[in-house]
């Protein structure tokens, strides 16, 4: 009964492959977002996504394409991988409340670029 | 054992004693904050939250103290276990309804038996 899921957990790949990254969530958020993890732990935020609607768009290559086909999904498409792009990525969810916007993460997907 | 300044990026502590964990935070306008704990391989989880309206929020073993007024959050780890070894971050919700949480560059905590 995970929460929020995301595969593949490790993932090593050439430079100048494209791969993808799933993510799905059983939460019922309205809410989902993709983090990318440095490593110096830095987590920055990458994308979020509400009911299937793109709110936040960070500095990121356009090489980098989340895709939301519903609320419970949002992938991580990554073309032409390069060294710099090796980190941890973190699917999250939450459902934003006058209260605080409490996230909820997924396990991480290790990613190494070779 | 306790990591002072802005950031320590390290806190060692003996077992059985507390932690006590620093954040300052950029955003005076800041109305939610909330504490992660990040062990090994995992995710980080959600620790204990508090709202701009508090100073101070107890939990299980936990305490977070807010200080509005030199924007500072610390988190308070009572009886310090094994388990309690991870990095933890501190995140900001400019404001309770804002989708952007914003995170520290996180505290290693490592527990000496």
């Known amino acids: 009964d995970t929460a929020v899921s995301q595969t593949p957990k490790y993932l090593v790949t050439q430079m100048g492959n494209d791969k993808s990254i799933k993510c799905e969530q059983n939460l019922g958020h309205d809410t989902m977002y993709w983090y990318k993890q440095d490593s110096k732990k830095f987590l920055k935020i990458m994308f979020s996504y509400n009911n299937k609607e793109l709110i936040i768009n960070e500095t990121v290559p356009n090489r980098f394409s989340p895709k939301s086909p519903d609320k419970a999904h949002l992938n991580l498409h990554i073309n032409s991988l390069e060294l710099g792009d090796s980190a941890v990525y973190f699917c999250?969810?939450?459902?934003?409340?006058?209260?605080?916007?409490?996230?909820?993460f997924g396990e991480g997907s290790w990613l190494t670029v070779v | 054992g306790e990591s002072v300044g802005l950031h320590l990026p390290t806190l060692s502590v003996q077992e059985g004693d507390n932690s006590i964990i620093n954040c300052a935070y950029s955003?005076?306008?800041?109305?939610?904050f909330i504490w992660y704990k990040q062990e090994s391989g995992k995710g980080p989880q959600f620790i204990i939250d508090i709202r701009s309206n508090m100073d101070k929020r107890q939990g299980q073993r936990v305490t977070v103290l807010l200080n509005k007024t030199v924007k500072h959050l610390s988190l308070q780890i009572a009886a310090t276990q094994p388990g309690d070894s991870a990095v933890y971050f501190c995140a900001e919700n400019e404001s309770a309804g804002d989708y952007k949480l914003s995170f520290g560059a996180g505290t290693t905590v490592t527990v000496r038996a």
């Open positions: 955003n005076s306008a800041s109305d939610y």
């Open positions: 999250a969810s939450s459902q934003v409340r006058s209260s605080g916007n409490t996230i909820y």
